[in-house]
């Protein structure tokens, strides 16, 4: 091998090694949140299909990503959820007024939003119960209190709200506030970017009843 290729052989292993050890671009469109269709675990089929998780049955019941932090939740399988696009569900009140966590790593000083959809409580006892209130919030954030929100109508809607990340680690929580105790709303396709329009001044109070 002569002077010239053994340099060319030299620059190019060098280049590579760089490539490899170099960390993967922040890809600013990603979502931050897992399992935010909460497909896993797969609820059992058919129109009850249903999974109930109580704090520190994540792992036997395979509920991926999320912590369940209070009272009794269940994972709505899709006939059961009625999402036009066979989504599976988080229903936020099981057998008991529920919530769930999960910690992202976010950076810090930047802009996110986080949208999600919610729905009325399918579950036959349940379509016509009233105070299907729930609260949202990212602990880490400029988010000074809970935001409360409730579901209206017969449809999923879109719901979004945006923050600033005042820590490397936020935590997002939803919180059943239903007053029926085993009634409660549904969330699903939660998902939390950075904001691309964190220049316009609108701080994100409110929801989008968009499905």
Not at 121 to 143: H, I, L, R
Request: hydrophobic share 30%; net charge negative; glycine share 10%.
């Amino acid at each position: 091998m002569n002077k010239h290729m053994r340099t060319l052989v030299l620059a190019t292993t060098v280049l590579s090694a760089l490539t490899l050890s170099s960390p993967a671009p922040h890809a600013a469109g990603s979502n931050k949140v897992e399992n935010g269709r909460f497909a896993e675990p797969k609820a059992p089929a058919g129109p009850e299909g249903r999974t109930p998780v109580a704090p520190g049955q994540e792992n036997t019941q395979g509920l991926k990503n999320w912590k369940v932090t209070k009272g009794v939740v269940e994972v709505f399988g899709s006939e059961l959820s009625q999402h036009p696009r066979s989504y599976q569900s988080m229903n936020l009140t099981g057998t008991e007024v529920g919530g769930i966590r999960q910690e992202v790593d976010l950076d810090e000083g930047t802009h996110y939003i986080l949208t999600w959809e919610h729905h009325r409580e399918t579950w036959p006892d349940c379509k016509n119960a009233q105070d299907q209130d729930y609260s949202v919030f990212a602990e880490g954030s400029d988010m000074e209190e809970p935001t409360e929100r409730e579901p209206h109508g017969e449809r999923w809607a879109k719901q979004t709200k945006k923050f600033v990340a005042q820590d490397d680690n936020v935590a997002i929580e939803f919180l059943s506030e239903s007053e029926i105790g085993h009634c409660g709303a549904m969330i699903t396709d939660v998902r939390l970017k950075e904001d691309p329009t964190a220049d316009d001044g609108d701080n994100g109070e409110g929801g989008d009843d968009s499905a």
